[in-house]
């Protein structure tokens, strides 16, 4: 079970329980990979007490509050479910009635503002720096994060023209053996946690390249190995991750890497421009107005 030290304290205290809160120890214990989801006022309602009693639950084991209660176990539990329990769990909690739409834009809102909240902007600096002088920008990212990593190394290729994009376990080692303590390698990984993308991170770190990482919590396995580490937020009651605010993690790394480079750009973006026009890249209107 994920985290057991929460549901140890859980069961081991519900002789010092009142009725009230006996009633919400057995519905945690009952639905471990539904109740960080669940707000306040619903398990409340789920229960039968009020909100003030699911307050004070929290707080009676040792949390500030509900809210401080609930992210823990969402931060142990959500990245553990499989994409069928998740898939199952959705369910539950989205329904017509509910303004499931509004709800996953909400989420997605959420993502981001704690992004923001939490964002350690001397280590978005660094980061930023540590990209500026490598020698060579090696992208490391696998299955639904292989979105994120092409997104990025595309940019990356507009300015630095020195970029490498690794996502396939076969090939990566090939493509990454010569790594080198002038390089930084760009480590992209989200519950749960693909084993290939720590492999060839573990293997650069190895060699002495800088290693970012972007991720979802300090608890990530990828941030064993990380010379920095930049967080964002991607939770989802679905089978799927959001990937709202690591994407605009990203867009944010790169519009303040461009700008930092923007003299170096302009030759590079003018050389671009001619080939795209040369080739026509994008589609143009030739009707006269």
């Known amino acids: 079970m994920a985290n057991p030290t929460i549901y140890k304290i859980i069961s081991g205290s519900r002789d010092k329980m009142s009725k009230s809160q006996h009633k919400i120890a057995d519905y945690i214990l009952e639905n471990p990979h539904s109740i960080p989801f669940i707000t306040g006022a619903k398990l409340a309602k789920m229960t039968g007490v009020s909100e003030a009693t699911v307050v004070r639950f929290a707080t009676f084991l040792g949390y500030s509050g509900y809210n401080d209660l609930q992210k823990q176990l969402a931060s142990s539990i959500e990245k553990q479910l499989n994409t069928v329990e998740r898939l199952n769990m959705s369910h539950s909690f989205y329904s017509e009635t509910e303004k499931a739409i509004y709800d996953n834009f909400n989420e ?38 292989l979105s994120l990593g092409t997104f990025l190394q595309y940019y990356f290729n507009i300015i630095f023209g020195k970029s490498e994009l690794v996502h396939t376990t076969e090939a990566a080692f090939d493509q990454i053996h010569h790594v080198n303590e002038n390089d930084v390698v760009i480590g992209i990984s989200y519950a749960r ?3 290939s993308t720590l492999d060839v991170v573990s293997y650069a770190a190895e060699k002495k390249a800088t290693i970012i990482a972007l991720t979802d919590h300090f608890s990530s396995p990828i941030t ?16 799927l991750d959001s990937f709202v605010a690591p994407l605009s993690v990203i867009n944010t790394l790169i519009a303040y890497i461009g700008n930092v480079e923007r003299i170096n750009m302009k030759e590079r973006l003018e050389n671009f421009e001619q080939l795209w026009d040369r080739y026509d890249v994008f589609y143009k209107n030739n009707e006269e107005n």
Do not use: C, G, P
């Open 193 to 195: 946690y693909t084993k």
């Open 108 to 145: 997605d809102i959420k993502n981001i503002q704690t992004t923001m909240q939490h964002l350690n902007v001397e280590d978005f600096e660094r980061a930023a720096n540590y990209i500026l002088d490598a020698e060579r920008i090696y992208i490391i990212a696998n299955r639904s994060a």
């Open 224 to 239: 064993a190995y990380a010379n920095i580490a930049l967080f964002a937020s991607s939770n989802m009651k679905s089978f």
